[in-house]
């Protein structure tokens, strides 16, 4: 079975600052990988995947996330934050070619202060 | 395109009242079907996932129950609300076939038990 480990429950940083969210999973196999966005009182909100191919990949509001396999991360960067990005971030993983079900982490709270 | 809906969006019940909340999705057939709860300053917690009609899997054992009368319609149940039974339920879609385990969340559904 899959694990995620998202280690910090909550990231404080001022706008237009760099951040990195951490996230790092565990398997036998291999995984697709997903960062999920949640903002207040709402559902999530797919933010980028990785499938196969180029190990970084990028969503369309700056963010990216670098699937490594020796250090079985996945961690979510944005080179400057705005005030929008405040909201919950969710890292996913699932074992490919299985029938298994998607495992989220707990979630890291982003707060970006002006 | 596909959507997804829930409701009530917001929901006060008092203990031991029933509970029932609901969620269609539209334009996709067959798809599998999840409900999750997230409790306040917790992560995704799976509760019932189902790949067809009237074939529904639970994941934690509780007082709450799931049906999915038609393909793309899912309800959650119960029959005496705890108070242990606050919080953010999600409902989410993914494909039945190829699936590589992205999922699709509904608005999500508050529910306060007093």
Not at chain 2, 10 to 37: A, H, I, K
């Amino acid at each position: 079975a899959q694990s995620v480990t998202q280690l910090d429950s909550q990231v404080p940083v001022f706008e237009e600052a760099p951040v990195e969210l951490r996230c790092n999973y565990s398997s036998s196999v291999s995984v697709y990988l997903f960062w999920y966005v949640q903002y207040p009182n709402q559902g999530l909100q797919l933010l980028l995947k990785y499938l196969s191919g180029s190990t970084l990949v990028k969503s369309i509001n700056g963010f990216e996330a670098e699937f490594n396999k020796s250090q079985t991360s996945f961690h979510l960067r944005k080179p400057s934050v705005h005030i929008s990005d405040t909201a919950e971030y969710f890292c996913a993983v699932i074992n490919t070619g299985t029938a298994s079900k998607l495992t989220f982490g707990t979630g890291t709270r982003l707060q970006v202060m002006l | 395109s596909q959507t997804i809906h829930q409701w009530p969006a917001t929901l006060v019940q008092p203990v031991g009242s029933p509970l029932s909340l609901e969620c269609t999705v539209e334009g996709t057939s067959n798809p599998n079907l999840y409900w999750y709860r997230q409790a306040a300053g917790r992560g995704l917690q799976l509760l019932f996932y189902s790949i067809g009609i009237d074939q529904i899997s639970s994941e934690v054992p509780q007082n709450l129950s799931a049906s999915r009368p038609q393909d793309r319609q899912f309800i959650l149940s119960s029959k005496k609300l705890l108070l242990s039974d606050s919080g953010f339920y999600l409902c989410a879609w993914s494909t039945g076939q190829a699936n590589t385990g992205e999922l699709f969340f509904g608005e999500g559904s508050r529910l306060t038990v007093l």
